[in-house]
């Protein structure tokens, strides 16, 4: 691995609809960092999953798929853009058939054995925001700041139905609250690298709070992380 910047290592995990990749990219956006989108990876190696048509289920045939799988980011006139084997799948991963899909590819071992390795190589040089359900507890267990971003399933599930809408996706808010749930307790109780708080994690309720309250929360802990460690910012 290439050596570290002087930035620090700052992971944000938590459950669907918490708010996570909006307060990922604006504080990245505040602190001059990388943001990387772990579940944008997991979308992505979902999609391709399901195209290639392989069967989930053939342990040999997914973990010669998952050793040639190669999921990044580029910048392209100012937008993040997800590559996935070469294709740009950004517009295609945000679907609730993907997302019930992801739930599922992401409990398999060989899918996050190669996502870790291209997570722990994208962000080990710090000066990096890594979102998702394991980064402070499996990708990067030493990371210098920590937070575990979480909200009522009410406020989570109404968040996803209004993006939902936004892009005009035929959904009810019942029944997106139902799937949020059901998507936190598969995320949350599979074997491997399962959603939960890191012990060293600072918990953030973002139920009532607004996004910049959010962010200046973060920031404070950031701040006197740099201070304490006497780094520059
Ligand atoms: O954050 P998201 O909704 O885009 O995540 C999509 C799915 O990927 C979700 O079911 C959890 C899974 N995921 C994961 O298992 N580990 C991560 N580090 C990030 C996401």
Redesign the pocket.
């Known amino acids: 691995m290439s050596e570290r910047t002087d930035g620090i290592i700052i992971a944000i995990d938590g459950p669907?609809g918490a708010g996570?990749s909006t307060v990922a990219r604006l504080l990245a956006e505040r602190l001059g960092y990388i943001q990387i989108d772990?579940?944008?990876m997991?979308?992505a190696s979902a999609l391709l999953i399901s195209s290639s048509g392989i069967d989930p289920g053939d342990a040999d045939a997914l973990e010669s798929f998952c050793k040639e799988l190669d999921i990044h980011f580029e910048n392209r006139q100012g937008q993040t853009l997800v590559i996935a084997n070469g294709n740009d799948v950004t517009g295609l991963i945000r679907t609730p058939e993907i997302?019930r899909l992801?739930?599922q590819t992401?409990a398999l071992k060989p899918v996050r054995d190669a996502l870790l390795l291209s997570q722990r190589r994208m962000g080990g040089r710090g000066g990096v925001v890594l979102e998702?359900?394991?980064?402070g507890t499996v990708v990067f267990p030493d990371a210098e700041l920590k937070f575990f971003l979480s909200a009522s399933a009410e406020e989570r599930g109404r968040r996803r139905f209004e993006e939902l809408t936004l892009k005009g996706e035929p959904v009810t808010l019942q029944d997106t609250i139902a799937e949020v749930v059901k998507?936190d307790l598969q995320?949350s109780e599979r074997d491997i690298?399962p959603l939960k708080q890191a012990e060293d994690a600072v918990m953030v309720d973002s139920s009532s709070l607004t996004i910049e309250e959010v962010l200046d929360i973060m920031e404070n802990f950031f701040r006197e992380k740099i201070m304490s460690k006497g780094k520059k910012i």
């Open positions: 669907s996570k772990t579940g944008a997991y979308r997302s992801t739930s992401s998702g359900r394991d980064i998507r995320d690298a």
